[in-house]
């Protein structure tokens, strides 16, 4: 039986691992191992793997007994390559032992640096470099780390707040600053340093019983030894818990040669990107400090330096006036090595990269090589750039842009520049994109006024003001299109605010519970902020994030490679993706989108918003008719705008395909409530104010979600679904005698028996032998939604009466979870911090219930009828990861609204390149 391999190696002519290793030697083994494979300036060293790491913390001593002789042959060898000896006095090796889980988990396990400094290799330091500060600074810091570490953390200890070792070490550092009058660590002399290390070493042993040890080798194996038990640290474990990170992946420890930034006046230390990542220009971009190490540049102790002249043009890198020195003018040998590395990476791992490097003494050495942080818009030009200079084929660079962040692109967005110094007030669900800044104000006519009286010309847009409201009812529609942003208390991510905010592409935040409204004196409380009425307030709807005043927003829209990207993405595409849409204008601005066809028109949207009053009058008479009489007057006035609506969007649609939906809403949802609209119908009617309230009453729902809504009520009212269906087939007819073809697919909403198809289905082909013999050749299928668990189970017998199906996924999740959509806020937040769930189900499918849901009815419903075509049209159709789902489902597209289509045209491209 062959042994297991703990050790690998990493020095020059030998490498073991390489960057596919990620789990056995960490995410950071893996990455230096392939650096130095491909050519790179790597400081020699060697990485344990995490199996070395859970053999230790099971078996313990009698594991390391029997890892030593590997480590201590793989440092034989470390030492060979550089010349130095771990623990000599003439040439001594410092190393640094480091953690490193196959997934990053930053800053929560340990690392130990300048291990092997102690009195015998200080002597040995301090003749070959000649600076005793540089010397008696890396000691202090091995004595800080080695004590915190090692004879603190991993021995268990867990000491009461500021009695930690490191925090007592903090304080003694202080108070000899204080004691120089130095404001900063680099200002203490090496004296000063030497005096601090052995008042440190005292403090250590006093407190912790154990002195720092002086033998560089029990140093070495100590720190491997607490780098493992590093593992199961409270952090750690915390952590792994957070993001679902397993407890048996460990950690792996990699030992290399320690190379400093800090020797002399010849060093230096820096980062970089090998584009630049903020807008993805191919410049090489980055920082250095002369004389300096690696955590000074990204702690911000030090105003870094600029890399190059490319750096240097594009931020202020002036220091009392004076234009600071490029690495390429200070350092030009190591610069051109590390331009033409610049290269290297780029090529071998065909994507930006992010790298640490060090300059020790005049040498380059690469520190550390990862995969580029960027901005949405930076992604989006270094993947056209990259497809272009065929670093990567157009499947690859579909795949490089984070379709969740496309909204960046597409909507106005708080500056990231001031993000981070900003204090929100509070925060809520993410309902609505991009950010907006404007004027509170607390009812749905207030909003509609103050635009209205700021605006002084035509295609104005008035001072923008902030909707904040309780929630928001159909009643709030043109107070809700007037505002820049809205913000609601209560609801979730699918309650009516949030679905509006969505459709239009506007800014909104729901459910921000801890805000307390007071609607009736114009104020609302933030803790104890009070806001009233004209204050200004900033949303940003995108991260759910409620600013004080006016913060700086950014124009996101701007991006002029944007339509090449999503032209190269749909080349890729395999799912269709539609709008949920209505009006021609809403639609148009679909198509304009890339939308593929209208997935989903809802009837009912015209009985919402600006020029409502008309259809929804007579609605609200239909609604509370008593007799077949008043009924049918009631139905007859409303033909012509059902027709109206529907014919209008047909007309611009053309060719492409259009899903009406018939009406779906509960009736009590379109009664008056107020006094004004109840005695404007009373008129209207005939009818007392009385009888107006006792009739709005009698529809009073206890469980309106679950109630009289959707097919049910053609099942009770056969006259209002006939009246939709004339109107949809007589318009279609009407544009096909003018030579526009129109093919209107009706779908059924909330279905759940074949009998409740048959019924509609009968009227409807009456209805259309009726339309034909009148008006002439019209075209149409039928189809349904499938919104409850009962449809899946039966989708083979609705399959033999629908033509298609689309899952309404918002009340799909609603009726399979007992959710109501609209109240779910009250506990979600809580069952997602409580990771009870690890997504809201309203946003992003449950695919182990409601997606086996759909999965069924995929099945059944294409076994009875092959080729069904099935698409979705309820929320998650612009959320990636259902979009992704729907793909492996096998369905035929998704419907989204229409500021998420770009979204969903990604995703399913990105879906379709990684399933090839
Ligand atoms: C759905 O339920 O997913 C759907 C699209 O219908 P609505 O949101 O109109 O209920
Ligand atoms: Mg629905």
Redesign the pocket.
């Known amino acids: 039986m062959t042994q297991e391999k703990f050790a690998y190696l990493f020095v020059p002519g030998r490498v073991d691992g390489d960057a596919s290793m990620r789990n056995q030697l960490g995410g950071k083994g893996a990455l230096l191992a392939e650096l130095a494979r491909i050519g790179c300036p790597v400081p020699a060293g060697f990485t344990l793997t995490t199996a070395a790491c859970l053999r230790y913390l099971k078996e313990g001593e009698a594991f390391l007994q029997s890892l030593r002789p590997e480590v201590e042959a793989a440092l034989a060898q470390v030492e060979q390559a550089t010349g130095m000896q771990f623990g000599g006095a003439d040439n001594p090796l410092l190393l640094s032992c480091r953690s490193g889980a196959r997934r990053s988990m930053p800053g929560m396990m340990e690392s130990v640096l300048d291990l092997g400094a102690c009195p015998r290799t200080i002597e040995g330091m301090l003749n070959k470099t000649r600076n005793k500060r540089f010397v008696y600074d890396a000691y202090r810091r091995l004595i800080m780390m080695y004590a915190d570490v090692v004879l603190e953390k991993a021995a268990g200890l867990d000491p009461p707040e500021g009695q930690a070792i490191r925090a007592q070490l903090e304080r003694i550092m202080t108070g000899l600053k204080m004691f120089r009058m130095c404001e900063t660590d680099v200002e203490l002399i090496g004296d000063d340093l030497e005096q601090l290390c052995h008042v440190f070493l005292k403090t250590v042993h006093k407190v912790l019983g154990q002195p720092i040890p002086s033998d560089p080798h029990e140093q070495l194996w100590n720190a491997i030894v607490a780098v493992f038990k590093s593992w199961n640290g409270k952090r750690a474990r915390a952590f792994r818990r957070m993001e679902g990170i397993p407890d048996h992946w460990g950690t792996a420890c990699t030992v290399q040669q320690m190379v400093f930034g800090n020797m002399d006046d010849n060093s230096a230390t820096g980062v970089a990107f090998t584009r630049n990542p903020a807008t993805g220009e191919n410049i090489f971009y980055g920082e250095w400090l002369p004389n300096g190490q690696g955590e000074d540049v990204v702690s911000g102790s030090r105003t870094p330096w600029p890399l190059n002249t490319e750096t240097l043009q594009k931020g202020d890198y002036t220091e009392n006036g004076h234009e600071l020195t490029t690495l390429e003018t200070a350092h030009p040998e190591p610069f051109q090595e590390l331009l033409s590395i610049r290269s290297k990476l780029e090529h071998h791992f065909q994507d930006m990269q992010d790298i640490e490097f060090t300059i020790q003494q005049g040498k380059l050495y690469m520190l550390q090589c990862r995969t580029g942080k960027r901005t949405t818009t930076a992604a989006v030009n270094m993947a056209m750039d990259m497809q272009a200079e065929e670093l990567v084929d157009e499947e690859t660079a579909v795949s490089r842009v984070p379709c969740e962040h496309l909204d960046e692109l597409l909507h106005p967005m708080v500056d990231p520049a001031v993000k981070d110094q900003i204090e929100p007030l509070g925060e809520g669900l993410p309902a609505g994109p991009g950010a907006a800044t404007g004027q509170i104000v607390f009812s749905s006519e207030e909003a509609v006024r103050r635009v209205a009286e700021n605006k002084h010309r035509e295609n104005e847009k008035g001072v923008p003001v902030i909707l904040v409201r309780e929630e928001t009812s159909p009643e709030d529609i043109e107070g809700m299109q007037a505002a820049a942003g809205i913000l609601t208390t209560r609801g979730g991510m699918?309650c009516h605010a949030a679905?509006v905010a969505r459709g239009w592409g506007k800014c909104c935040i729901v459910g921000a519970g801890k805000l307390q409204v007071d609607t009736g004196n114009k104020r609302f409380y933030a803790g104890n902020q009070c806001f009233a009425e004209g204050d200004v307030l900033t949303l940003d709807g995108t991260a759910g994030l409620i600013y004080p005043g006016s913060v700086p927003l950014k124009d996101g829209t701007g991006h002029p490679r944007f339509q090449q990207f999503m032209h190269m993405a749909d080349r890729h595409r395999k799912l269709g993706i539609r709008a949920?849409a209505e009006t021609p204008k809403d639609v148009q601005e679909a198509i304009d989108l890339g939308a593929e066809g209208v997935g989903?028109f809802?009837v009912e949207h015209m009985f919402y918003g600006r020029g409502s009053e008309g259809p929804l009058l007579v609605l609200r008479k239909v609604v509370l008719s008593v007799t077949e009489d008043e009924r049918e007057d009631a139905l007859r006035d409303l033909f012509p705008y059902f027709k109206q609506s529907v014919k209008a969007t047909l007309a611009i649609t053309a060719r492409l395909p259009v899903t009406i939906r018939l009406f779906?809403p509960p009736l009590h949802e379109f009664v008056p409530r107020k006094d004004a609209e109840c005695e404007k119908l009373a008129r209207s009617m005939n009818l007392e104010i009385d009888d107006v309230r006792q009739r709005a009453s009698a529809l009073h729902e206890t469980n309106p979600m679950m109630g009289h809504r959707g097919v049910r009520l053609g099942i009770t009212f056969p006259r209002i679904v006939e009246v939709q269906l004339r109107a949809i087939l007589e318009a279609a007819a009407e544009l096909d005698a003018d030579g526009v073809s129109a093919k209107p697919e009706i779908m059924v909403?909330f279905a759940n028996d074949p009998a409740e198809l048959l019924s509609v289905k009968k009227v409807l082909d009456e209805i259309a032998s009726d339309t034909r013999r009148r008006v002439g050749q019209v075209d149409y299928t039928f189809g349904t939604?499938i919104?409850t668990p009962r449809a899946c189970f039966v989708a083979d017998q609705l399959a033999e009466i629908a033509e298609f199906f689309s899952?309404?996924?918002?009340?799909?999740t609603q009726m399979t979870f007992a959710f109501s959509r609209d109240d779910v806020d009250r506990f979600m937040g809580d069952y997602l911090s409580q990771r009870i769930l690890h997504a809201d189900p309203f946003q992003t499918i449950d695919q182990l219930a409601v997606g086996e849901l759909m999965r069924i009815a995929v099945q059944k419903g294409r076994a009875r009828r092959p080729g069904l075509k099935i698409g979705l049209?309820?929320?998650h159709g612009g959320d990636p990861a259902s979009v992704k789902y729907c793909t492996t489902l096998g369905l035929d597209y998704v419907s989204c609204s229409t500021p998420r289509l770009p979204i969903a045209r990604l995703a399913a491209a990105q879906s379709a390149v990684h399933d090839r």
């Open positions: 699918v679905l949920n989903l809802r779906d909403p939604m919104e899952f309404g996924t918002n009340d799909l049209c309820g929320e």
